[in-house]
């Protein structure tokens, strides 16, 4: 047996068998076997969840193989669920095309990254999932299903962000927008002023967000804004020297140097906010959107109403100055629209998002505990890829159509053919 485990490092298993199919038939095929020996089927993309929501000790399936574009017709795509956000960018622009809006990191599956509901940074945007137009996904008995938002609205709905529980999805159908430059600002700016004028803050881009090192009162703030102005992308040593050298092989070295000596965490985490350069220009939006990401980390983010954040943040602030460890990693705050997608965290209400991280050997558990209780005390959603420790019994009282989805599961996979312990937790 191989054991399999994911970016982070913080989670593994060890698979009777790890399955590569080429096509959807493959995949219904494996199913339909795995579920007549009742054994449990997962699906692993990337790799990039930080919780056990791939893991099994039963068939995991990797869709790498299943990567193409299928059709591209007008604004809408059509691509198998396996093709790497990164992969899917490039294409898109080769066809003058682009999506709506990305996270910070593109090497995610597409199908891991709508399962989880993963998102970008801007007030008006939702999350990847809230693109999808239709789904093609294989159900627990190994039946092969296609549903779209014109006949299967409440289906899709459901389905788009289903944290594995559902089936494995192998086609998706997703609504895109013409390719696009965004005009990016890096600024570091008093992060009492930010935090202050959060809500204006919000509004002053059409992607806006901002991370701080614990204990520092600088904000390094990321404006970025759709423009029809020429290009001036930064030159290839610049790139090198800002996203390789100083976010990456420098960072990397300080976070095992301070897991290394604790006490020179301060100094160090002071030093890099105080380094960090501001950076403006104007770049295809997926180049901008993303970065190379070497440091290993773990992470936890929370979806809270937007208006809450100031509070929330200054809570974890203070509570970030009673640990009696320190944090190496920065504390990242974006937003995201609402959306009407079941399982999202973005469902019904404007979000504003909070996340925490920590460097591998690191103290967290009590850190991200303690975060955790105060997210709750605003009904804080737990983002599906990132550690959390709510169950069912807490987050049926955070989702509206909570049960209407859960009756969806019954439907799809009666029998449980992709349980394992991560959803036996949150969805019972």
């Known amino acids: 047996m191989a054991t399999v ?228 992308p930064p030159s290839r040593l610049a790139y090198v020297r800002d996203k390789y050298l100083f976010e990456n092989v420098a960072f990397g070295l300080a976070c095992a140097i301070g897991r290394r000596w604790p006490s020179l965490a301060p100094r160090i985490t002071n030093a890099f906010a105080a380094s960090a350069s501001e950076r403006d220009l104007i770049d295809r939006s997926d180049r901008v959107f993303a970065s190379p990401r070497k440091v290993r980390f773990v992470e936890m983010e929370y979806g809270i109403p937007i208006d809450a954040v100031p509070e929330a943040l200054a809570r974890v602030r203070a509570l970030v100055a009673s640990l009696h460890h320190p944090v190496l990693l920065p504390i990242e705050v974006r937003c995201s629209a609402a959306d009407d997608l079941a399982l999202s965290t973005g469902y019904g209400r404007e979000s504003g998002w909070i996340a925490v991280h920590q460097y591998p050997g690191m103290p967290y558990e009590h850190f991200f505990d303690t975060v955790e209780q105060i997210m709750s005390d605003y009904d804080g959603r737990p983002h599906w890829g990132k550690l959390h420790g709510q169950t069912a019994d807490v987050l049926r009282e955070r989702y509206p159509r909570w049960d209407d989805a859960m009756a969806l599961r019954d439907r799809l996979d009666p029998d449980r053919t992709f349980r394992n312990a991560y959803l036996d937790r949150v969805f019972g």
């Open 5 to 232: 485990r994911n970016w982070a490092r913080n989670q593994q298993c060890e698979p009777d068998a790890v399955e590569r199919p080429n096509d959807t038939a493959e995949v219904a095929a494996l199913v339909m076997s795995a579920a007549a020996s009742n054994r449990p089927v997962k699906v692993i993309g990337a790799g990039h969840s930080f919780t056990a929501a791939a893991m099994t000790d039963g068939v995991l399936v990797s869709l790498g193989r299943l990567g193409d574009v299928v059709d591209i017709t007008g604004d809408r795509v059509t691509v198998q669920a396996g093709i790497e956000l990164r992969d899917l960018s490039r294409l898109l622009d080769e066809h003058g095309l682009a999506m709506p809006n990305l996270g910070d990191i593109n090497v995610q599956s597409l199908a891991g990254a709508t399962a989880t509901a993963t998102h970008g940074t801007g007030r008006g945007l939702g999350n990847l999932a809230t693109t999808i137009e239709a789904i093609e996904l294989v159900d627990g008995r190994g039946e092969v299903h296609r549903f779209d938002l014109a006949t299967d609205p409440d289906v899709v709905r459901t389905l788009a962000v289903g944290v594995g529980a559902f089936g494995i999805v192998t086609e998706l159908t997703l609504r895109v927008v013409p390719a696009f430059d965004l005009h990016a600002k890096e600024t570091v700016e008093p992060l009492a002023d930010v935090v202050g004028g959060w809500d204006s803050f919000t509004r002053s881009a059409d992607h806006a967000e901002f991370f701080f090192f614990p204990g520092d009162d600088r904000a390094l703030v990321k404006r970025n804004d759709r423009t029809d102005e020429p290009a001036r």
